[in-house]
Nanobody, 115 residues
Framework: QVQLVESGGGLVQPGGSLRLSCAAS????????MNWYRQAPGKQRELVAR??????TNYSDSVKGRFTISRDNTNTVSLQMNNLKPEDTAVYYC??????????WGQGTQVTVSS
């Protein structure tokens, strides 16, 4: 069974940076994409960034040029967030997509951007 452990959230001032990490354990058989989502209070959960196992990446327009998703060879997917804005405040979730097993979600980590 796949388990995800997220880390790296916190409080940061506008213009600052944070790096989120999501460490995956268990069988990665059938993995085809790794994603970061976020959900702000009163809003729907939205896709922020996605990387496929073929290294194709996609970003939402609101974070393009500021956020970078990456994956290392230990099955950790990271989200480098630069030039953070108050509107980036949300709970951030990582999600792994598997062909047969379906999606697996992390527990979420809070990111607060405030002066």
């Amino acid at each position: 069974q796949v388990q995800l452990v997220e880390s790296g959230g916190g409080l940061v001032q506008p213009g600052g940076s944070l790096r989120l990490s999501c460490a995956a354990s268990g069988s990665m058989f059938g993995l085809y994409a790794m994603n970061w989502y976020r959900q702000a209070p009163g809003k729907q959960r939205e896709l922020v960034a996605r990387t496929s196992t073929r290294a194709n990446t996609n970003y939402s327009d609101s974070v393009k040029g500021r956020f970078t998703i990456s994956r290392d060879n230990t099955n950790t997917v990271s989200l480098q967030m630069n030039n953070l804005k108050p509107e980036d405040t949300a709970v951030y979730y990582c999600k792994l997509d598997f062909l047969a097993a379906g999606p697996v979600w992390g527990q979420g980590t809070q990111v607060t951007v405030s002066s």
